[in-house]
């Protein structure tokens, strides 16, 4: 089985009937590890939206609960994404992401805003990062399944095309993107989160903070309040993530797909979890009042 394997039997597939299968392939075999971290950038930067942050701010999920609020909206992604928008798993993942939504005054646009980083940071990160380039039938896959999932989210006036929400996106960000006291909480906490995952003391913790703003492009730090990081600290974690991507070509390709909801120990549920288990905390005992059976995952 050679390294590019996967990446043939995607030029023989159709992008937008086989959509979840190029899906699968390209985020469950050849780039696992770069699509959650993709992903994780992709949640932060929706954090620049003020309304976004703002409604995320005032539920306190993120001030009392962030490593559950991050646990959850993994586990529903990796839901939909590893066994597809109509497996049952799959089904059962966006009723009760649907559900939680529903308590919040959510903007259509808001919604588009977010959606469309599903889509879109995956591949800048790959283009930046990948150990090979995405080819165009992975980028159009990744814009259908999403676009499939936003309408079973009852979001509206989705793009029609790859390049129009693209284009949305980024014309977005630049009328949206400015500083709010609530960026700045919704940031911080998920700094911190991130951080915590390294089992080092305090004072070690503030020393990898410019890390994480080297990660972050300068509107992002702009509209946190976040410090620039020095050009040299950008440079040399380029350098890193590049190495490890040229790295990569020589390893032998992965055998089984590395599934986030088997493969990843959830700090918020180490003996396991159920969909009916995922939500903030203040809300889950009225929609578990009404919540789908669900058996242990």
Known sequence: MGRYDNLH????LDPEKDCVRI???????DFPWDHTRALEVALYRTYCIPSISKLLDETGEFAHHAQKRYDDTAIIVAEMSAFGYDSERGRTAQRRMNRIHKQYAISNDDYLYVLSTFIYEPIRWNARFGWRPMCEKEKLAAYYCWREIGRRMNIKDIPPTFEAFEQFKNDYEREHFRYAESNRHIGEATRDLFLSWFPLPVFMRELLKPAIYALLDD???????????PNWLRATLAATLKTRAFALRFFPPRKRPFLYVRDVKHRSYPNGYTIAQVGPASMLAMLNGTADHQQQL
């Open 9 to 12: 039997l995607i030029q023989q």
């Open 23 to 29: 899906y699968e392939l390209t985020t469950c075999y």
């Open 219 to 229: 509107a992002m730090l702009d509209a946190f309040g976040f410090p620039h990081p």
